[in-house]
């Protein structure tokens, strides 16, 4: 596999950016460089002013040219007044456009993010920013830093920025709570990810080989591959001895799993077959049919 590339740079405006799966492209001020340069990728909430550091590889595109293809970033916040200005003026937070934005770079100069940080206070120095008004740029600060805060924790186990997106859109403020408690609900819940993907971000976190989370999860991906290969149900030593060759969790942990999915109406156990619950509705309701 080739190794990543990799690229730092200043963004120095977005030329697309699409809320929904945080496809975004911008436009890159590197040090060095007479031009700007074009990155594309999922970079959900960068903003003009932020200092980012990528990988991911240089793709020719038949009609736009040379860009940068990222596949993973991380970010800072900008620190000198410029930057920061052109970071603010861009909507980021609710109650700030270009106006408030030069008047509170005025005022603070490279303090400005540290003052909405730590002395939202002194924000109603600046003219037109009143008492509401500030409670409502702190509001708006918190619910992006959360954001912040949440993806680079994702990313920070290995989950690309594309899945990250699609996990803070499914939990929101409780991503981080969630995927440290028990990162095999990734592979219930996102589309994409998988009992492998899971297992390797619950192993990067700290999760331990026999935890009931881990067993539960190994279970269910195995009944999958199972119904892959055409079989409705699994008859449970079979299913057992399955996930063993797969996964390898004690055959005592796996029985305790089987019976907590079933107790919670994940998978259900007719005498010794073992059906995942929405492959055994389909089968029912056809016969029912019939």
Not at 149 to 167: D, N, P
Request: hydrophobic share 40%; charged share 25%.
């Amino acid at each position: 596999m080739t190794p990543a590339e990799k690229l730092q740079g200043e963004v120095d405006r977005l030329v697309y950016s699409a809320d929904e799966t945080g496809y975004t492209i911008c436009r890159l001020r590197v040090p060095g460089e007479h031009d700007l340069l074009t990155v594309v990728g999922s970079l959900p909430g960068i903003q003009p002013g932020e200092k980012l550091s990528l990988e991911g590889r240089w793709v020719n595109h038949p009609k736009f040219g040379l860009q940068f293809q990222a596949s993973r970033y991380t970010s800072q916040v900008p620190a000198t007044a410029n930057a920061i200005k052109r970071y603010l003026s861009s909507n980021l937070v609710k109650g700030i456009g270009p106006v408030m934005a030069g008047r509170l770079v005025e005022r603070f100069g490279d303090n400005t993010l540290e003052v909405i940080e730590q002395s939202p206070q002194r924000l109603s120095e600046v003219s037109g920013i009143g008492p509401g008004r500030v409670k409502s740029i702190q509001r708006a600060w918190e619910a992006q830093k959360e954001v912040r805060e949440v993806m680079l924790f994702l990313q920070g186990h290995g989950v690309s920025s594309a899945y990250a997106t699609r996990i803070y859109r499914a939990y929101g403020q409780d991503s981080m709570a969630i995927v440290k408690e028990n990162p095999y609900r990734l592979a219930q819940d996102i589309r994409g990810i998988g009992f492998k993907t899971a297992d390797r971000i619950a192993q990067d976190i700290g999760i331990a080989f026999d935890s009931p989370y881990r067993a539960q999860a190994a279970l269910e991906y195995t009944l999958s591959e199972i119904a892959d290969e055409g079989n409705v149900f699994s008859p449970l030593e079979e299913l057992i001895e399955g996930c063993i060759q797969r996964v390898e969790i004690p055959q005592e942990l796996l029985l305790q799993a089987a019976q907590s999915l079933h107790a919670e109406g994940r998978i259900l156990i007719e005498e010794e077959a073992v059906y995942l619950s929405s492959l055994y509705q389909a089968e029912r309701g056809t016969a029912d049919a019939l």
